[in-house]
């Protein structure tokens, strides 16, 4: 066994898998559907936002194929109808987690032997463990309010060295926000895309960050990977959404989306809603296994943002199949225990705190 700790950099150590028999959740129903047109280098793109309602995406032939479900009769069901597509239900839960020492400080080259993982403080029997590295879908939800009008060059080169620095196979899309929300990249593979649009924006007007963020995880929904994720790039709270924090902490509870979060604050925050804005960020972070990293420098914006992309491929994926099956529809609580390995000082898991069971 060979364990290292540091900010891993190398193109490995991401699950290629990701299977998710078990869905983790259901999104909250219905899209919040802002759209942004490309403008000229003079213009905000974020006043030519209008919200409109997305028409229904039209049904593919394999769409109105018949769905046949089951486990142990599908392939048999399978045989009289060719024309039908399989789904198997293996009740399988995938659960990604990171692992850092005392030094904040990434720890790969862990073994199954090292973990072990509670549904509802059940114990269970670890089926599968990946660390392999697979493409994901990542959300940028960018900060463009006024506030961030000193921050809005260096925060534009963290956002290139995290680009960089991921699976070239990843995919991505942008949503800047200040008065309100909209896409300003739209799915996309090419870092130099992303890069070069960003640069036409400009800082300016107040902070829809609740909105953005709520926008982000259902836009994922069209994500071509089944590991998504969300990084926030930020200085402060909320003051212009129409969503509420409660509105959003269930909706990212409710979703199969890891959010990761750069927040730069100011050290001496003026209003209510910066002061309460870490707070806000931490919470949805830590739920769904991500993290929050502070800046107190703006030159360490660029490090942070790579690191955050090595904790994206260097995550443990652990899969069990519960003990106990229930299609209630509750929310379960997941908790993973390690034992590291002799030598090494404690160190910290970040997972998920838990999953919604089916509800049928």
């Known amino acids: 066994m060979q364990v290292s700790m540091g900010y891993a950099n190398g193109r490995s150590g991401r699950c290629r898998g990701w299977r998710s028999g078990l869905v983790l959740g259901v999104m909250l129903a219905g899209v919040l559907a802002l759209g942004g047109g490309w403008c000229g280098a003079q213009e905000n793109p974020l006043d030519q936002v209008h919200t409109q309602a997305p028409p229904p995406p039209p049904k593919s032939p394999e769409d109105l194929k018949p769905v046949i479900t089951g486990a142990d009769n ?18 399988l839960v995938l659960v990604p987690a990171t692992v850092t020492d005392s030094m904040n400080r990434l720890v790969t080259g862990l073994e199954k032997d090292n973990f072990f993982i509670y549904d509802n403080n059940v114990a269970q029997t670890i089926k599968s463990f990946s660390t392999q590295d697979a493409p994901v879908t990542i959300g940028i939800i960018f900060d463009l309010s006024g506030s961030m009008t000193s921050k809005f060059i260096r925060a534009r080169k963290a956002l290139s060295e995290f680009l960089r620095t991921s699976n070239p196979e990843d995919e991505y899309f942008v949503i800047g926000f200040n008065d309100r929300p909209a896409v300003i990249v739209d799915y996309t593979s090419d870092v130099e895309d992303v890069e070069a649009r960003m640069v036409m924006l400009k800082p300016e007007n107040r902070t829809a960050l609740i909105d953005a963020v709520y926008l982000g995880v259902n836009k994922l929904r069209q994500a071509k990977y089944e590991r998504k994720a969300l990084l926030i790039i930020s200085d402060g709270g909320d003051n212009r959404s129409r969503y509420t924090e409660g509105e959003l902490r269930r909706v990212v509870r409710e979703s199969d989306v890891q959010i990761y979060s750069i927040g730069i604050f100011d050290a001496y925050a ?7 804005g870490p707070l806000l960020l931490t919470d949805v972070c830590e739920m769904t296994g991500g993290r929050l990293f502070r800046v107190t420098d703006l030159a360490d914006l660029s490090d942070i943002a790579s690191r955050i992309s090595a904790e994206l491929r260097n995550e443990y994926v652990i899969g069990f199949r519960p003990s106990e099956v229930k299609t209630d529809g509750n929310w379960r609580k997941l908790k993973i225990r390690l034992v590291p390995p002799p030598g090494l000082p404690p160190l910290t898991v970040h997972n998920r705190q838990g999953y919604y069971a089916p509800s049928q």
């Open 270 to 276: 003026p209003t209510p809603e910066e002061q309460t």
């Open 74 to 91: 599908a392939a048999a069901l399978a045989t009289s109808r060719r024309d039908a597509r399989i789904r198997v239900d293996v009740n």
